[in-house]
Nanobody
């Protein structure tokens, strides 16, 4: 069993920054790729970023490239999402998830999810 708990969301003005954290329980954290997804009201959950188990490789959706950075600290069982130059269109509930099998960019490939943290960017 894995539990994921996100934190760090909040209200920020456009152009501002936030750092999201996702703390994981369980001894196998370092063995799995992790991802961040987001879901805005009325929209489907979408991929934001992912990081391999070692942290050596990352990938981002085009809309956040150059603004967001995903990282992880396996000693702390934590994955982070540093968000800068935030835009109103980044407003969503952000979720971290543990990759299980298959396409790293599809929500269906992740088997454990956090409860989400709200990010609101005002214009």
């Amino acid at each position: 069993q894995v539990q994921l708990v996100e934190s760090g969301g909040g209200l920020v003005q456009a152009g501002g920054s936030l750092r999201l954290s996702c703390a994981a329980s369980g001894r196998t954290f370092s063995s799995h790729a992790m991802g961040w997804f987001r879901q805005a009201p009325g929209k489907e959950r979408e991929f934001v970023a992912r990081i391999t188990s070692s942290g050596g490789s990352t990938y981002y959706t085009d809309s956040v490239k150059g603004r967001f950075t995903i990282s992880r600290d396996n000693a702390k069982n934590t994955v982070y999402l540093q968000m800068s130059s935030l835009k109103p269109e980044d407003t969503a509930v952000y979720y971290c998830a543990k990759h299980y099998y298959g396409n790293l960019f599809s929500p269906g490939s992740y088997d454990y999810w956090g409860q989400g943290t709200q990010v609101t960017v005002s214009s």
